[in-house]
């Protein structure tokens, strides 16, 4: 299986290699948190203290948090461990990660649970 993830900037000088994009192939079909396992064991994304991410799709919604206070990322609420609707037309699995500094990632969990919740306009 193909993987490809892009990521924010932690800082100005890592702005220079935005957005970070990397490429995987892994053995067989994943699951997403298969997938957040073997980026953190490359080490894809940058340890910032405490630092906090996000997972998102291809279509922006929030997937997962990942943080260094944590054991294992976090899937949100209704979020299945597959990787299908991270595909694209070339059966590509494609990933972003926002980065949120130092943000308590219970905090950040919470707010993308409630912001799930809310009725889309």
């Known amino acids: 299986m193909k993987v490809v993830a892009t990521r924010e900037s932690v800082a100005m000088g890592d702005d220079v290699l935005a957005p970070h994009e990397a490429t995987w192939e892994l053995p067989g079909q994943l699951g997403i948190l298969g ?3 073997a980026l953190e064991r490359d080490r894809y994304l940058p340890v910032v203290g405490l630092s906090t991410w996000v997972a998102r ?17 976090r899937l949100l609420p209704g979020t299945r461990d597959d990787v299908v609707g991270l ?7 494609r990933l972003h990660f926002e980065y949120r500094a130092q943000d308590d990632p219970d905090a950040v969990y919470d ?3 409630e912001a799930q919740s809310q009725p889309r306009r």
């Open 35 to 37: 997938v957040l396992a």
């Open 87 to 93: 595909m694209d037309a070339d059966g590509i699995a």
């Open 111 to 113: 707010d993308l649970c």
């Open 57 to 73: 799709s291809p279509d922006g919604a929030a997937l997962a948090v990942l943080a260094r206070r944590w054991r294992t990322p």
